[in-house]
């Protein structure tokens, strides 16, 4: 597609269920990013990954957070045993070559009840 | 700590120039200059980067100091959609945490008629 994919865009879970994000970046991208923004407040930097190497996971909040990405494409976020914390948008940004700009999707807004 | 500081909030006129200033004293030689924005409820979006030369496309200009301890984001007529929170962001290019997108809290522009 022309721009980057998110889905589901919306997703409403129980407390302690788990959940998957998916983010299909723009092909041929090699650089991905997620994101989250609680409400109100900016974005927080969860993970990187660019092409093969091992991803950067500085920004993940806690062991119940995990991501992947098969194949160099598309990635997903998951995380365990949700808790009401965990409510926010969850956006991806993927980029041709790290020095460029990111394209960020349009998120998933979680909501964890 | 934040390598950038930002006004929390500014006015524009709707045809007028909006002139947004970053300053970011302690950024090294191999760091770029990054500007983006989000507007209400969507994904954040690209503006324009640059390293050390002003910058210009059809968006925005970016005007770096000689000293490359401040920048301005130049949006020559702004209009209602210009409305948003425009972040200011120094990276490097390069592998590790450094070269992370980290957003700060940015500036809130608001464009009035």
């Known amino acids: 597609g022309a721009g980057v994919s998110q889905s589901p865009s919306n997703k409403v879970t129980e407390k302690g269920k788990d959940v998957e994000l998916r983010c299909d970046p723009i092909?041929?991208?090699?650089?991905l990013y997620w994101y989250r923004q609680s409400l109100g407040q900016g974005l927080e930097f969860l993970i990187y990954?660019?092409?093969?190497?091992?991803?950067?996971k500085s920004g993940l909040p806690s062991d119940r957070f995990s991501a992947e990405r098969t194949g160099g494409s598309v990635s997903t976020l998951t995380i365990q045993r949700t808790q009401q914390e965990d409510s926010a948008v969850y956006l991806c940004?993927?980029?041709?070559?790290?020095?460029?700009?990111?394209?960020f999707g349009s998120g998933t807004r979680l909501t964890v009840v | 700590d934040a390598k950038t500081t930002q006004p929390p909030s500014m006015d524009c006129a709707e045809g007028r120039a909006a002139n947004l200033p970053c300053n970011h004293s302690t950024i090294s030689g191999n760091e770029y200059v990054y500007w983006y924005r989000q507007i209400h409820s969507q994904g954040p979006q690209y503006i324009i980067h640059?390293?050390?030369n002003n910058e210009t496309n059809e968006m925005a200009s970016l005007i770096i100091t000689e000293d490359r301890k401040s920048s301005t984001l130049i949006l020559p007529h702004a209009t209602l959609r210009d409305t948003a929170v425009y972040y200011c962001i120094v990276r490097v290019n390069y592998g590790g945490s450094q070269g992370n997108l980290i957003f700060g809290k940015g500036t809130k522009l608001s464009v009035k008629p």
């Open positions: 940004a993927s980029s041709l070559q790290r020095v460029d700009g990111y394209t």
């Open positions: 640059g390293l050390k």
């Open positions: 092909s041929g991208h090699t650089a």
């Open positions: 990954f660019q092409g093969n190497s091992a991803p950067d």
